[in-house]
């Protein structure tokens, strides 16, 4: 999905957020805060192009934050909070799920990815909890793929998800391979693999692979050689959230094989998918 003009303040207001979060971590920096935002704004208005996707526009932004500041996780306490906040909601609403159903562990992967770092803990708190429904449900055509599935690729997408994505992950595990995939470096608020350690969570999972990077949804130039050979090799792609949505539909090799789960969370994305902002969907793109 290629960036519109609408996409430009927000990421603005991201990169904004993100040069905070660094300095809060860098108190000696916060006299150099005006001229770390102007350069950092400079670059922004300089990469943005209604050609480019937003998820790789923020990408290159981040590093140039990370370099700036020498902070390589400005994330680290909200991601947190969140997770500790997924942890225990997950599995307080688990029970309404049925285990052992496909289409109820799709609604619960869904339910985590409301998970939101401009909206405020408790908003998400609440998104969590509610019944959703798919306005976009391709399940049955998933079903069909899922027969002949021998290698799935799981893409995470924010660290607190983890806990919504271990069932269905676990239920796919029966009958196919299933390779989580997380970053390498942090990222926003993304499932790394530092992550999974520190939630214990890392045994729980089948198999899980690093992505060799610290991109904002899949970046090809950048992940490892054996993440590329997975990528090759795989039969079925589940991608979560908007970051894998912008940059996944761009690569037309991979399309009839990746089904995306998400909560369309800005206007540009929910236009490109045909549904209201804040709905929830499983389609193949």
């Known amino acids: ?3 519109q003009k609408k996409c430009y303040n927000c990421l603005k207001n991201l990169t904004n957020m993100t040069i905070q979060l660094a300095l809060d971590k860098k108190p000696q920096l916060i006299p150099q805060k ?3 935002i102007k350069l950092i704004l400079d670059d922004l208005r300089k990469i943005f192009s209604t050609n ?5 526009i923020f990408t290159n932004i981040n590093r140039k934050i990370k370099k700036l500041t020498r902070t390589s996780n400005p994330f680290a306490q ?3 909070l969140e997770i500790a906040h997924a942890r225990t909601i997950s599995k307080k609403i688990f029970s309404s799920y049925h285990p052992h159903r496909l289409g109820e562990l799709l609604l619960f992967s869904a339910a985590g990815n409301s998970i939101d770092f401009f909206k405020e803990i408790h908003h998400s708190n609440r998104e969590m909890q509610r019944s959703i429904t798919l306005s976009i ?3 049955k055509k998933f079903k069909s793929t899922l027969k002949n599935a021998k290698k799935i690729l799981f893409f995470a997408d924010n660290a607190g998800e983890v806990f919504f994505d271990l069932p269905l992950v676990q239920l796919l595990s029966k009958n196919s391979q299933v ?4 970053k390498s470096s942090p990222v926003q608020n993304d499932a790394t693999l530092t992550d999974l350690k520190r939630t214990c969570l890392i045994r729980k999972f089948p198999k899980t692979i690093p992505s060799g990077n610290d991109a904002v949804g899949i970046e090809l130039s950048t992940i490892s050689i054996k993440l590329k050979k997975e990528l090759a090799s795989c039969d079925l792609i589940i991608a979560k959230g908007m970051g894998y949505y912008e940059t996944f539909t761009e690569l037309p090799q991979f399309r009839k094989k990746t089904f995306h789960l998400l909560m369309a969370k800005c206007k540009p994305v929910a236009k490109s998918l045909g549904v209201k902002i804040n709905s929830y969907v499983f389609t193949r793109k």
């Open 1 to 3: 999905m290629r960036a």
């Open 34 to 36: 005006t001229y770390i």
């Open 52 to 56: 480019h996707v937003p998820a790789l």
């Open 78 to 80: 909200r991601k947190a």
């Open 137 to 139: 449900n391709e399940s």
């Open 179 to 182: 390779l989580y995939v997380v």
